[in-house]
């Protein structure tokens, strides 16, 4: 993989390097607008681990809260509905294949982790980032890194990393994983295994989660069958 991958080998990346970049921190505030809009109704959201259990290794609380909008073998169209401009922005991103918005309460901390496969990139678009900023932060291996709004970080997950948000305030990324950049075969390898992830069992136990999240939420907002959204 470090040899095919197209932007080198890694752990964080320069924006530069991906063209589309501009595109999508030119069109932050419409994103934020769309989040303001959803986190009225925080509380409602689930927690990461009820959409992945997996999660649960690292996350047991209620202060990680998550709202998909796009997921491989997820079907997030009640989500989507409420964030046209997002859903925009993400048409932009090539090969995207989950995105949502991450949802850190104050003095909240992830441990040490790391992801499992590199033929994905992940992005952070900064939509919230609560003061001090230089006390909401992320370790990618061995280097720090404060969100700044409306700038996008572009990382490897497959290095250990961990965050921390020691304020007061509500931190919040537009959470993006993307397919990496490869060189020929090994891009159409890569494709080819990330279409077959959506019939994993634990992505299939995700989408089931998810659409039950979805009912839950349109419920909190008083949304009943054949009656139309409210919530938007």
């Given at each position: 993989m470090s040899w095919?991958?197209?932007?080198?080998?890694?752990?964080v990346f320069?924006?530069?390097r991906f063209a589309w970049i501009d595109t999508v921190?030119?069109?932050?505030?419409g994103v934020r607008q769309e989040l303001e809009q959803v986190m009225r109704h925080r509380e409602a959201m689930p927690?990461?681990?009820?959409?992945?259990?997996?999660?649960?290794?690292?996350?047991?609380?209620?202060?990680?809260?998550?709202?998909?909008?796009k997921g491989v073998g997820m079907d997030c169209r009640d989500n989507a509905r409420r964030c046209p401009q997002t859903m925009a922005l993400l048409e932009q991103i090539?090969?995207?294949?989950?995105?949502?918005?991450?949802?850190?309460?104050?003095?909240?901390?992830?441990p040490p982790h790391r992801g499992a496969w590199a033929g994905v990139?992940?992005?952070?678009?900064?939509?919230?980032?609560?003061?001090?900023?230089?006390?909401?932060?992320?370790?990618?291996a061995d280097e720090l890194h404060l969100?700044?709004?409306?700038?996008?970080?572009?990382?490897?997950?497959?290095?250990?990393?961990?965050?921390?948000?020691?304020?007061?305030?509500?931190?919040?990324?537009?959470?993006v994983?993307?397919?990496?950049?490869?060189?020929?075969?090994?891009?159409?390898?890569?494709?080819?295994?990330?279409?077959?992830?959506?019939?994993?069992?634990?992505l299939r136990e995700a989408n089931q989660n998810q659409q039950a999240a979805e009912q839950s939420f349109r419920r909190s907002l008083g949304h009943r069958p054949g009656t139309g959204d409210p919530g938007r």
């Amino acid at each position: 993989m470090s040899w095919a991958s197209i932007h080198g080998d890694v752990p964080v990346f320069d924006a530069g390097r991906f063209a589309w970049i501009d595109t999508v921190e030119g069109q932050w505030l419409g994103v934020r607008q769309e989040l303001e809009q959803v986190m009225r109704h925080r509380e409602a959201m689930p927690n990461f681990q009820q959409i992945l259990p997996q999660v649960g290794k690292i996350q047991k609380d209620d202060q990680w809260k998550t709202f998909f909008l796009k997921g491989v073998g997820m079907d997030c169209r009640d989500n989507a509905r409420r964030c046209p401009q997002t859903m925009a922005l993400l048409e932009q991103i090539p090969h995207c294949s989950t995105a949502f918005f991450s949802i850190l309460s104050p003095h909240k901390q992830i441990p040490p982790h790391r992801g499992a496969w590199a033929g994905v990139l992940r992005l952070h678009l900064a939509l919230i980032v609560p003061e001090p900023r230089e006390r909401c932060r992320i370790r990618i291996a061995d280097e720090l890194h404060l969100w700044e709004e409306g700038r996008c970080l572009v990382f490897d997950d497959t290095y250990n990393h961990q965050v921390w948000n020691d304020t007061e305030g509500y931190r919040v990324v537009l959470f993006v994983d993307f397919a990496r950049p490869l060189r020929w075969p090994v891009s159409l390898f890569n494709h080819w295994l990330l279409s077959l992830a959506a019939l994993a069992p634990f992505l299939r136990e995700a989408n089931q989660n998810q659409q039950a999240a979805e009912q839950s939420f349109r419920r909190s907002l008083g949304h009943r069958p054949g009656t139309g959204d409210p919530g938007r």
